[in-house]
């Protein structure tokens, strides 16, 4: 038992604060898009070239013209701007994106990520990652906790190739939400019907478990 | 001035077995299809290609890719294309891949005579092997290279025939920055008009960096990953 993506998704866009610009990566961090908390505007962006990140187009209006980062026909909203990808990651590099959320292979607990490679199987390339991870204020992992072997993808090291180096703060899993510190993890809430020992067994990493750890509210 | 050319088959009819090329267009949006046509037609072989993308098996640089004229890919994601992993686990490609703002980032270095930018993409990954690096502020950056392309190929939604250029949408994406770093920039536009007819506050790039310009024909405009909503 733990989260399905949904929930890591509607978990996640609890970190949303009103008025964020925001980028989601593809997978989970993309669904997390249909949860954004009433009262709460956040621009997303879209770093093929978009601000202002709109919902797909109804049947029969897709714009070759007008896609997302994962290629996918999207629509824009009022006080949406385009750009080139040059200013694209200028903003992203400048620190005017308040918050990245992206999936992992795997993540170490001194916040390094690897997400882009599995040495001798196909490369497909990094894309925007490395960008985005050198240089998001505030980046969120969303992913699976173990991979299909059953393996903790929360390590003391990553094994994989890095994307970047000790810049993760966030993790939500399908078992629970962990800061990333100079302790290593910290898990403060733990999924519903999940327990700690759970957590703890299938934690490679340092881990240690917050005073205050509370079950999660999805 | 005399920029504007037939079209695609005279806009690229110089280019050379050999040359190295930038190739605007994220995925299949905003590419230069006509232009990629030509190519394909003229044969030319052992061509880099600076572009975001490989295209698609068939479509886009996937169409040179076929027919083995591509030597070796600068890219920041080349996925979803069966005979580009194919020539690349048997030898016949190489590829150099590049996170994708410090490609963008060393396009525009170009275009501004710029030879170099400190870069933060990829400290302490493989990336950063072999490359000069430099602390500011306590930070350690990469040293990356502005980009030297023979050709810049772009594809941009109108021009005038003095070569300024507007760009449409997420079609805009690496288009005006290759356009402002080729040696020799040849740009196709769906729509060629006359000088005046474009408000020179909308120009997003001035005709100054474009020595080639023509209407191109038939955008096919594939897409790539339709995504749709219903009606409530």
Redesign the interface.
């Known amino acids: 038992m733990g989260l399905n993506k949904e929930q890591i998704a509607k978990r996640i866009a609890m970190e949303l604060r009103d008025g964020f610009y925001v980028n989601l990566g593809i997978g989970i961090p993309t669904l997390v898009a249909n949860y954004i908390p009433d009262g709460v505007n956040v621009v997303l962006q879209s770093e093929n070239g978009l601000l202002g990140m709109g919902p797909f187009p109804f049947e029969g209006e897709e714009d070759p013209d007008l896609i997302n980062a994962g290629k996918q026909t999207i629509t824009t909203l009022p006080g949406s701007a385009f750009f080139d990808s040059a200013m694209s990651f200028g903003m992203i590099r400048a620190g005017k994106v308040d918050l990245t959320v992206l999936g992992a292979m795997e993540v170490a607990e001194n916040g390094d990520i690897a997400n882009w490679k599995i040495p001798k199987k196909m490369v497909k390339g990094m894309g925007g990652a490395m960008d985005l991870v050198a240089a998001a204020k505030n980046i969120i992992v969303a992913m699976q906790h173990t991979n299909p072997k059953g393996e903790s993808k929360l390590l003391p090291r990553c094994s994989l190739p890095l994307t970047g180096v000790g810049c993760v703060k966030k993790i939500v899993s399908d078992l629970g939400v962990f800061d990333v510190t100079s302790d290593g993890f910290v898990c403060i809430e733990y999924a519903p019907g999940v327990t700690i020992d759970e957590i703890i067994a299938k934690t490679a990493g340092r881990l240690t478990i917050s005073p205050s750890v509370k079950e999660m509210a999805v | 001035m005399k920029k504007v050319v037939a079209g695609a088959d005279a806009a690229v009819h110089d280019i050379p077995s050999g040359a190295i090329l930038m190739l605007g267009g994220?995925?299949?949006?905003?590419i230069p299809e006509n232009c990629i046509a030509a190519l394909v037609r003229k044969g030319v072989n052992n061509l880099t290609c600076i572009s975001?993308n490989a295209g698609v098996d068939g479509f886009g640089i996937g169409l040179l890719l076929k027919q083995k004229q591509v030597k070796k890919m600068i890219?920041?994601?080349?996925?979803e294309n069966a005979e580009f992993?194919r020539q690349l686990?048997s030898g016949e490609l190489e590829v150099d891949?590049v996170?994708?703002?410090?490609?963008?980032?060393r396009?525009?270095a170009a275009g501004y005579g710029m030879p170099a930018v400190f870069?933060?993409?990829?400290?302490?990954?493989?990336?950063a092997d072999g490359k000069e690096t430099r602390e500011f502020n306590g930070k350690t950056y990469l040293l990356e290279h502005a980009f030297d392309a023979d050709y810049a190929i772009v594809k941009a939604?109108k021009g005038d025939t003095m070569g300024n250029l507007i760009?449409?949408?997420?079609?805009?994406?690496?288009?005006?920055?290759m356009a402002m770093a080729g040696k020799i920039t040849i740009a196709e536009v769906e729509e060629l008009v006359q000088p005046g007819q474009l408000d020179p506050n909308h120009i997003?790039v001035p005709g100054v960096y474009v020595h080639r310009i023509f209407q191109g024909t038939d955008y096919e405009?594939?897409?790539?990953?339709?995504?749709?909503?219903?009606?409530d």
Request: glycine content about 10%.
């Open positions: 994220f995925g299949l949006c905003g975001n890219s920041s994601y080349v996925g992993e686990l891949l996170p994708q703002g410090t490609l963008a980032t396009c525009m870069l933060l993409a990829g400290v302490g990954t493989e990336v939604w760009f449409k949408d997420t079609a805009r994406n690496f288009n005006p920055l997003h405009k594939r897409i790539e990953q339709r995504t749709v909503r219903k009606r």
